[in-house]
């Protein structure tokens, strides 16, 4: 895989579930990115990891909202308890090393009914 | 904190017609910056990059952008745009070499290609 690939592509979740967003990021990439892009917005900075280590989370719009990449490649989203307002395209991207460009995936379309 | 303006949600231009699409930032020190494009359904594809140097930078699909420190701009530019550049623009700053501390972008301009 050459580039930045995420799952599911959609997500449809009635509104209180729990939702699992899986991110892969380019092979050999330290830093991950999640993103959050309302319709008709720009994407809005969540959280940032650089190996395993989430060094920034302040993003993150609720304590529902939790980031997690155990070995330093792969990432999860969860989103507990889902809103309405959590309705989104959720984009991951990742970079070589903290002072490189960012490579962002397809996204992941939510929809809380 | 910074933040990007992109004053033009929509913009409609003819095939072979040139383009500008607009970008402000606001940022205290020097700003990494950086254009995106976006196709429906697509993740955000780079165009180009600002980190230091030449101020006027090259990117692909014959797209420029011009930095302006004293106009806080980094409008993008392209002589004759082609039907397929129809597409959501993105400008966005980063306060760190490549935007380590997360990217800030703009709400974005919408291209419309009129044939």
């Known amino acids: 895989g050459a580039g930045v690939s995420q799952s599911p592509r959609y997500k449809v979740a009635k509104r209180g579930q729990d939702v699992a967003l899986r991110c892969d990021p380019i092979s050999g990439h330290v830093s991950l990115f999640w993103y959050q892009q309302a319709l008709g917005q720009g994407p809005e900075f969540l959280t940032y990891f650089q190996n395993e280590a989430q060094l920034d989370k302040s993003g993150l719009p609720s304590d529902r909202f939790f980031a997690e990449r155990p070995e330093g490649s792969v990432s999860t989203l969860k989103i507990q308890r889902t809103q309405q307002e959590d309705s989104a395209v959720y984009l991951c991207?990742?970079?070589?090393?903290?002072?490189?460009?960012?490579?962002f995936g397809p996204g992941t379309r939510l929809l809380v009914l | 904190a910074q933040s990007v303006t992109q004053p033009d949600i929509h913009i409609t231009v003819s095939e072979g017609a040139s383009l500008e699409l607009r970008c402000n930032y606001s940022?205290?020190?020097?700003?990494?910056l950086f254009w995106y494009v976006q196709s429906p359904g697509q993740g955000l594809q780079l165009l180009l990059k600002y980190f230091s140097g030449d101020t006027l930078v090259q990117g692909i699909k014959g797209f420029e952008a011009e930095f302006k420190r004293s106009q806080s701009s980094f409008n993008l530019r392209k002589p004759s745009v082609h039907w397929s550049d129809a597409a959501e623009y993105f400008c966005?700053?980063?306060?760190?070499?490549?935007?380590?501390?997360?990217?800030?972008f703009g709400k974005g301009t919408h291209l419309i290609i009129q044939p």
């Open positions: 991207a990742s970079s070589f090393s903290r002072e490189e460009t960012q490579y």
């Open positions: 966005a700053v980063g306060t760190a070499q490549g935007g380590a501390d997360g990217l800030t």
């Open positions: 940022y205290g020190a020097t700003p990494y």
